[in-house]
């Protein structure tokens, strides 16, 4: 059982950058890897970064290729989003989510968090 909760949300000016921190219990938590969705009112939740357990692959919606940085560290349980050059586009509520495979697709990630609320104003 791995549980996760998000945190760094808030709400900043487009241009800014934001980073989401997602920590996991558990001692498992080297072994999974992990996602990042993001969900806007009114539409589905889409795939916006994934991280290997071992952090040596990395994946990226190519809506935010180039401005998002998905890091690990497993020695602290957490993985980090790294968002920079937001756009109001942006704005949804971030979820993390951890797995066996780093994948875009939500359903093969078995454990989810709460969800940290991002707001990006123009």
């Known amino acids: 059982q791995v549980q996760l909760v998000e945190s760094g949300g808030g709400l900043v000016q487009a241009g800014g950058s934001l980073r989401l921190s997602c920590a996991a219990s558990?001692?498992?938590?080297?072994?999974?890897?992990m996602g990042w969705f993001r969900q806007a009112p009114g539409k589905e939740r889409e795939f916006v970064a994934a991280?290997?357990?071992?952090?040596?692959?990395?994946y990226y919606a190519d809506s935010v290729k180039g401005r998002f940085t998905i890091s690990r560290d497993n020695a602290k349980n957490t993985v980090y989003l790294q968002m920079n050059s937001l756009k109001p586009e942006d704005t949804a509520v971030y979820y993390c989510?951890?797995?066996?495979?780093?994948?875009?697709?939500?359903?093969?990630?078995?454990?989810w968090g709460q969800g940290t609320q991002v707001t990006v104003s123009s």
């Open positions: 558990g001692r498992t938590f080297s072994s999974y890897a």
């Open positions: 991280i290997s357990w071992s952090g040596g692959s990395t």
């Open positions: 989510a951890a797995g066996p495979t780093s994948t875009n697709l939500a359903g093969r990630y078995n454990y």
